[in-house]
């Protein structure tokens, strides 16, 4: 089945500071990829996905392109606010039944 | 008023209590699973169901069962409930396989 590795947290930036967050992926075929994130005391929601290689996904300034070569759906963002303290999945989509695989999860924490 | 509603938001209960959760959505979606998160590992597929008539078990399906009593509404429970099921339990929709998942706001389940 797919799985999905996330990099490691927690991540603390300093508020305009540039954010990655590294994602890998095993799957077959052409899965497609998310990033959902969790804001406290919330579910998850969408916050970008791509659905075939080459894809960038963006959305709230934040941006991952599907990179096919190197199984990998990288996070971005160039300026991140004290607002995008959350928690960041990544995940990949079964085309089977479109269960989603989620990484574990990266807290990320903004200080002013 | 939210798409993907669940309820209770918060339950505390004790070891050999059955217990259910329930999720109702207006989204219109034939797709419907459900999910437990822990800490540092993500969000794990306990059971999803493509229509009233179709139930299936998801990779950590012992010790729960599901209901689809409408396609709107697919409700969790657990039989006999044990305190390694505490967890935060989220309900989501799709309407097809590789699209977007949207999700409720969470149960959080405390079994003592």
């Known amino acids: 089945g797919n799985s999905v590795t996330q990099m490691e947290g927690p991540v603390t930036l300093s508020e305009e500071a540039f954010l990655t967050i590294n994602c890998t992926y095993t799957a077959t075929g052409y899965p497609s990829l998310f990033w959902y994130v969790q804001y406290p005391g919330e579910g998850l929601q969408l916050l970008l996905k791509?659905?075939?290689?080459?894809d960038k996904g963006s959305n709230k300034g934040f941006e991952a392109t599907y990179r096919k070569e190197t199984t990998s759906f990288h996070l971005e963002k160039g300026s991140v606010q004290v607002s995008d303290s959350a928690v960041y999945f990544c995940?990949?989509?079964?085309?089977?039944?479109?269960?989603?695989?989620f990484g574990q999860g990266t807290i990320l924490t903004v200080h002013p | 008023d939210a798409d993907v509603t669940q309820t209770p938001r918060n339950r505390i209960t004790k070891t050999g209590k059955r217990i259910m959760l329930e999720c109702s959505q207006t989204?219109?979606?034939?797709?419907m699973y459900w999910y437990r998160q822990d800490p540092g590992l993500g969000l794990r597929l306990i059971y999803y169901?493509?229509?009233?008539?179709?139930?299936n078990k998801g990779e950590i399906s012992d010790g729960y069962s599901v209901s689809r009593q409408a396609q709107a509404k697919f409700s969790l429970s657990l039989e006999s409930a044990i305190p390694n099921q505490t967890a935060l339990y989220f309900c989501a929709t799709s309407d097809s396989p590789g699209n977007t998942q949207y999700f409720g706001p969470g149960t959080r389940l405390t079994v003592l």
């Open positions: 995940g990949t989509a079964g085309t089977s039944y479109g269960k989603l695989t």
């Open positions: 791509a659905t075939k290689a080459d």
């Open positions: 169901s493509f229509d009233v008539k179709d139930i």
């Open positions: 989204k219109g979606h034939d797709r």
